[in-house]
T-cell receptor
Framework: GENVEQHPSTLSVQEGDSAVIKCTYS??????FPWYKQELGKGPQLIID?????GEKKDQRIAVTLNKTAKHFSLHITETQPEDSAVYFC??????????FGTGTSLTVIP | NAGVTQTPKFRVLKTGQSMTLLCAQD?????MYWYRQDPGMGLRLIHY???????AKGEVPDGYNVSRLKKQNFLLGLESAAPSQTSVYFC???????????FGQGTRLTVV
């Protein structure tokens, strides 16, 4: 099956700075890459996703980039705010039937 | 719009006891999933279903059984609970075809 690695496991940034989380995947057939945000005591919630026919996607302060050749994708959060503090998960899917998740990044934004 | 609802939210079991976790979705999604979340290990797929009456094994299926008798419900059963099954369990549903998966709020299970 697919293997997704995520780094770093923890990340602290000052409010207003940027945060970058990186993931790699093993199966070149993966074609869908969602990012989820999990707040304390809640289930993960989709924040952005990208498909393999697109190299970059932006949504306000959040962007995701995909490098199919290197098999890695990254989440970029600009102008971070305290409410961005959460655990972020990347995932990869080949068929849409199964999602393989990374191990998560705990982001802390320091006011 | 309730989305994905999990029952119960918390449970403590003794080793060897059995229980069933219920997941219900009101979005008419074909695909449903059960994950477990453990510290430092992310979300690992236990079982999933691609439609009513179907089930399939995920990454960590041992010790669990599932059923999808109705499209809106996906049940996860533990026949003989073990301390290694102490975890937070999440149910999710998706329309399929590489579209967004929606998660429930989770069930925190402790096996003593």
């Amino acid at each position: 099956g697919e293997n997704v690695e995520q780094h770093p496991s923890t990340l602290s940034v000052q409010e207003g700075d940027s945060a970058v989380i990186k993931c790699t995947y093993s199966d070149s057939a993966s074609n869908y890459f969602p990012w989820y945000k999990q707040e304390l005591g809640k289930g993960p919630q989709l924040i952005i996703d990208i498909r393999s026919n697109v190299g970059e996607k932006k949504d306000q302060r959040i962007a995701v980039t995909l490098n199919k050749t290197a098999k890695h994708f990254s989440l970029h959060i600009t102008e971070t705010q305290p409410e961005d503090s959460a655990v972020y998960f990347c995932a990869a899917s080949i068929t849409g039937n199964q999602f393989y998740f990374g191990t998560g990044t705990s982001l802390t934004v320091i006011p | 719009n309730a989305g994905v609802t999990q029952t119960p939210k918390f449970r403590v079991l003794k080793t060897g006891q059995s229980m069933t976790l219920l997941c219900a979705q009101d979005m008419n999604h074909e695909y449903m999933y059960w994950y477990r979340q453990d510290p430092g290990m992310g979300l690992r797929l236990i079982h999933y279903s691609v439609g009513e009456g179907t089930t399939a094994k995920g990454e960590v299926p041992d010790g669990y059984n599932v059923s999808r008798l109705k499209k809106q419900n996906f049940l996860l059963g533990l026949e003989s609970a073990a301390p290694s099954q102490t975890s937070v369990y999440f149910c999710a549903s998706s329309p399929g075809g590489a579209l967004e998966a929606f998660f429930g709020q989770g069930t925190r299970l402790t096996v003593v």
